[in-house]
């Protein structure tokens, strides 16, 4: 084990980050070994493996992107992966609104207020509002 990592560690800086991913990526120990002897959570040890290896592919690039354009693509990513997921939840959800699947039936409804199809009068209807 490197001679960086050997003192008791009480601030992981991106020196000691990055010389335990190095011992990790090098095959010289693993993650739930690194985890067990360094008291730092699996998950965040893989977190660090994860944004070196990031950093190493936009490093070796041709043309390396500076730290705004890589957030500005991890951004579009997630968002792309929010509207996706916000889909599927509307197909499960067949598409209708909340005040649709609640039971006409419920005691908290005042009496003489309809709710589901038919609640307004014939030809007002409320806009449909869609996704993002």
Known sequence: MSTE????IKRWTA?????LVL????GKQSISEASRLHDVTPAEIESWVDQAKAGMENAL???PKDVQEL????LKDLQEAYGEAMLELRARNCGRPCWERRK???????TGLKRGRGAYPAGQTLPVVRGP
Request: charged fraction near 40%.
């Open 5 to 8: 990592l050997d003192d008791e």
């Open 15 to 19: 020196k000691r980050k990055s010389a």
């Open 23 to 26: 011992e990790i990526l090098q």
């Open 61 to 63: 690039r041709a043309k």
């Open 71 to 74: 957030y500005e693509s991890q």
């Open 104 to 110: 006409t039936s419920d005691p908290s409804t005042p």
